[in-house]
C-alpha cells in the first residue's frame, strides 16, 4: 500500500507570492490534516478536511487555506507569502474515525526569501 | 499551542541502554501517539493508545499512559544507533484527525 504522498518536496518563493503544496493520502483515507513546523513553534495543526469538508481548523491566519478533492487528495495554499512562512509542511492521512492512527508524509520544505 | 511537555528535551545513551521519554498533557483525550523524525523529515508512526488502555508494546517499543496525572511514557529498550531521531507525543480530544504536539524529545544512541 503506498503512503501518503507529498508535491513538491522543496520549494523557495519570494515573499508577497502564493504557493500550492499537493497531498494523497493512503488509498482508503478520508480524512487528511496539515501540520506546519517550525523551530520556534514546532509542529501545529493548521486544518483537517474530511470527505472534502473542513472538519477542524488551527489557529492560523486566513492566507492560509485548503481543499479536499473527491478522490481524498488534498492541497494547502499560502498566499502572501510571509518570513515567518518558511516551514516544513507535513500532511497526514487517517481513516477520519475516533482513535484511528495518522501517518504522514515526507512533508514540503517551504522556504520564503 | 502545544497540548504538553516532553521531558527530557534532549537525552544522549550508549547503545544497548533503554530509553525513556516522557510526555504530559492538559486536556483529556482520546488517544496519544508516538511519532519518530529523522532529521527534519516525515514523522513515523510508533503506536497508538487509547484512552482506556494502560500499557501497550509493539517490539521493543513500551508505552504507558496515566490519564489521572495526564501522563505518558515511551520506552525503548536495547537502543540502536539507528533510534537516534526526535520523539514526539501527540493526543487526540477530538473526533478527527487533529493532532496537538508535544515539543519532542531528541535523542542520540552513541554506537
Known amino acids: 500500500k503506498a503512503g501518503v504522498t507529498q508535491t513538491p518536496r522543496y520549494l523557495i518563493k519570494t515573499r508577497g507570492q502564493q504557493v500550492t503544496l499537493s497531498c494523497s493520502p493512503i488509498?482508503?483515507?478520508?480524512?487528511v490534516s496539515w501540520y506546519q513546523q517550525t523551530p520556534g513553534q514546532g509542529l501545529q495543526f493548521l486544518f483537517e478536511?474530511?470527505?472534502?469538508?473542513?472538519?477542524n481548523k488551527g489557529n492560523f491566519p486566513g492566507r492560509f487555506s485548503g481543499r479536499q478533492f473527491s478522490n481524498s487528495r488534498s492541497e494547502m495554499n499560502v498566499s502572501t507569502l510571509e518570513l515567518g512562512d518558511s516551514a516544513l509542511y507535513l500532511c497526514?492521512?487517517?481513516?477520519?474515525?475516533?482513535?484511528?492512527?495518522?501517518?504522514f508524509g515526507q512533508g514540503t520544505r517551504l522556504t520564503v526569501v | 499551542s502545544q497540548q504538553g511537555e516532553e521531558d527530557p528535551q534532549a537525552l544522549s545513551i550508549q547503545e544497548g541502554e533503554n530509553a525513556t521519554m516522557n510526555c504530559s498533557y492538559k486536556t483529556s483525550i482520546n488517544n496519544l501517539q508516538w511519532y519518530r523524525q529523522n532529521s527534519g523529515r516525515g514523522l513515523v508512526h510508533l503506536i497508538l493508545i487509547r484512552s482506556n488502555e494502560r500499557e501497550k508494546h509493539s517490539g521493543r517499543l513500551r508505552v504507558t499512559l496515566d490519564t489521572s496525572k495526564k501522563s505518558s511514557s515511551l520506552l525503548i529498550t536495547a537502543s540502536r544507533a539507528a533510534d537516534t531521531a526526535s520523539y514526539f507525543c501527540?493526543?487526540?480530544?477530538?473526533?478527527?484527525?487533529?493532532?496537538?504536539f508535544g515539543g519532542g524529545t531528541r535523542l542520540m544512541v552513541k554506537p
Open positions: 488509498s482508503g483515507h478520508r480524512s
Open positions: 497526514a492521512s487517517s481513516l477520519g474515525g475516533a482513535t484511528t492512527e495518522a501517518f
Open positions: 501527540a493526543t487526540d480530544n477530538n473526533a478527527g484527525n487533529m493532532l496537538t
Open positions: 478536511y474530511f470527505s472534502e469538508t473542513q472538519r
